[in-house]
């Protein structure tokens, strides 16, 4: 497996060489103790903390301690940070965050996408080759590109004080959504299955995310209206962290269908589901790959890849609709680090599959099935 292949050097080579500062700073007693406080105390899922943050915190001490492991003016620290992408620090495998009390078999490890092999170091500053399928039985402290949306979340960089006392700051929960207040009328996901969780065991738990695409202007192009994730609005959150989720959550209000309706007659939506991996709800996948998912789709099902809501009697459904757009707007082919496309939503009478408590199917590149949903309208 080739390490980090791909573009954008100057920031993957950043990235190496905080990660090994990282290691041979971690070999000082006290300094692992205060990363492993500062880890314990964030509020964030699976305790990530934002390492440009860490850095450049009010007393710099984190910046201070890789500068001077790595025999390095502070300023040097302070350019790779700027040169890397936006970085997340933690330790992925819950099995690792269980078991390392603070001691020096830690190793630090780094890779952008979920595929490549992550490139760790020793506190000794050692360079080895992980696998990308399974973690190492040492501990692994992740330096990986952020997929947690830290501004939102309301939360800091959750140091600790001199004195040993915290930082502190809000905190997030996914969850299905729902509850005892009146539900809002629109389309809702109640049940949704994954084959994979398609996240590499270095990015820690999947962050399933599904968007309403529809069309962008009066353009052929697709754009997402609405994301339900972990890190969506109140109402479109739900926190899938295995193959399997139930519970209830919005994906598209009545009220945003009837406005999408309105400016775009005879146009029809999309459900695609991704596992995002830079940045939260915010698709950035390949453009090219994108349309040529969808036309393998159109070649085996038509235009019947979308959906509308109908009314049926005095029931409202949600059902199979032509859906004609397959270009992506603002698609990322450059960027480094890309979504992983799970696919697209079709009803299970187009498709011609079934499964029980489910009746869309997630059709993913070569028309291959990487799940299925329950989907309903309230």
Same mark, same amino acid.
């Given at each position: 497996?080739?390490?980090?292949?791909?573009?954008?050097?100057?920031?993957?080579a950043?990235?190496?060489?905080l990660?090994?500062?990282?290691?041979?700073?971690?070999?000082?007693?006290a300094?692992r103790?205060?990363?492993?406080d500062a880890?314990d105390?964030?509020?964030?899922?699976?305790?990530?903390?934002?390492?440009?943050?860490?850095?450049?915190?009010? $007393?710099? =001490?984190?910046? /201070?301690? %890789?500068?001077?492991?790595?025999?390095? +003016?502070? #300023?040097? !620290?302070? &350019?790779d940070?700027?040169?890397?992408?936006a970085?997340?620090?933690?330790?992925?495998v819950?099995?690792?965050?269980?078991?390392?009390?603070?001691?020096?078999?830690?190793?630090?490890?780094?890779?952008?996408?979920?595929?490549?092999?992550?490139?760790?170091? $020793?506190? =000794?500053?050692? /360079?080895? %080759?992980?696998?990308p399928?399974?973690? +190492?039985? #040492?501990? !692994?402290? &992740?330096?990986?590109?952020?997929?947690t949306?830290?501004?939102?979340?309301?939360?800091?960089?959750?140091?600790?004080?001199?004195?040993?006392a915290?930082?502190?700051?809000?905190?997030?929960?996914?969850?299905?959504?729902?509850?005892?207040?009146?539900?809002?009328?629109?389309?809702?996901?109640?049940?949704?299955?994954?084959?994979?969780?398609?996240?590499?065991?270095?990015?820690?738990?999947?962050?399933?995310?599904?968007?309403?695409?529809?069309?962008?202007?009066a353009?052929?192009?697709?754009?997402?209206?609405q994301?339900?994730?972990?890190?969506?609005?109140?109402?479109?959150?739900?926190?899938?962290?295995?193959?399997?989720?139930?519970?209830?959550?919005?994906?598209?209000?009545?009220?945003?269908?009837?406005?999408?309706?309105?400016?775009?007659?005879?146009?029809?939506?999309?459900?695609?589901?991704?596992?995002?991996?830079?940045?939260?709800?915010?698709?950035?996948?390949?453009?090219?790959?994108?349309?040529?998912?969808?036309?393998?789709?159109?070649?085996n099902?038509?235009?019947?890849?979308?959906?509308?809501?109908?009314?049926?009697?005095?029931?409202k459904?949600?059902?199979?609709?032509?859906?004609?757009?397959?270009?992506?707007r603002?698609?990322?082919?450059?960027?480094?680090?890309?979504?992983?496309?799970?696919?697209?939503?079709?009803?299970?009478?187009?498709?011609?599959?079934?499964?029980?408590?489910?009746?869309?199917?997630?059709?993913?590149?070569?028309?291959?099935?990487?799940?299925?949903?329950k989907?309903?309208?309230r």
């Open positions: 497996v080739t390490p980090h292949a791909g573009g954008d050097p100057r920031g993957r950043a990235e190496e060489r990660a090994r500062r990282m290691a041979l700073a971690l070999a000082d007693p300094f103790t205060y990363v492993k880890l105390r964030s509020p964030v899922v699976e305790h990530k903390l934002h390492l440009g943050r860490l850095l450049r915190g009010s $007393d710099r =001490r984190a910046l /201070r301690a %890789l500068a001077r492991a790595g025999g390095e +003016p502070e #300023a040097a !620290v302070d &350019a940070a700027g040169a890397a992408t970085l997340e620090l933690y330790i992925p819950p099995a690792h965050r269980a078991a390392w009390g603070g001691g020096d078999e830690i190793l630090v490890a780094t890779a952008r996408t979920d595929r490549e092999a992550p490139i760790a170091f $020793d506190v =000794r500053g050692r /360079r080895r %080759l992980l696998s399928d399974a973690p +190492p039985s #040492a501990p !692994v402290l &992740a330096v990986v590109p952020v997929e949306d830290f501004d939102a979340l309301e939360v800091g960089m959750m140091l600790p004080d001199g004195d040993g915290g930082g502190g700051g809000g905190g997030g929960s996914g969850g299905g959504g729902g509850g005892t207040a009146t539900v809002t009328p629109g389309l809702y996901m109640t049940a949704s299955h994954f084959v994979d969780d398609f996240e590499g065991w270095l990015k820690g738990s999947p962050e399933y995310e599904i968007h309403i695409l529809g069309q962008s202007g353009s052929d192009s697709l754009t997402s209206y994301c339900a994730g972990e890190h969506a609005a109140t109402g479109y959150s739900f926190d899938q962290n295995n193959n399997d989720w139930t519970g209830s959550v919005r994906l598209f209000s009545q009220t945003q269908l009837n406005g999408y309706r309105t400016a775009h007659p005879n146009q029809n939506i999309r459900i695609l589901a991704i596992e995002d991996d830079d940045g939260a709800c915010q698709i950035r996948l390949d453009g090219t790959r994108f349309k040529n998912f969808l036309t393998v789709l159109q070649q099902y038509g235009t019947l890849t979308g959906g509308k809501d109908t009314t049926s009697g005095l029931a459904t949600y059902k199979r609709a032509t859906a004609l757009q397959k270009i992506l603002a698609a990322y082919s450059w960027l480094t680090s890309q979504d992983d496309l799970i696919g697209n939503a079709i009803e299970d009478t187009v498709v011609g599959e079934y499964h029980a408590g489910a009746n869309w199917i997630v059709r993913g590149d070569n028309n291959v099935t990487n799940g299925w949903l989907l309903q309208m």
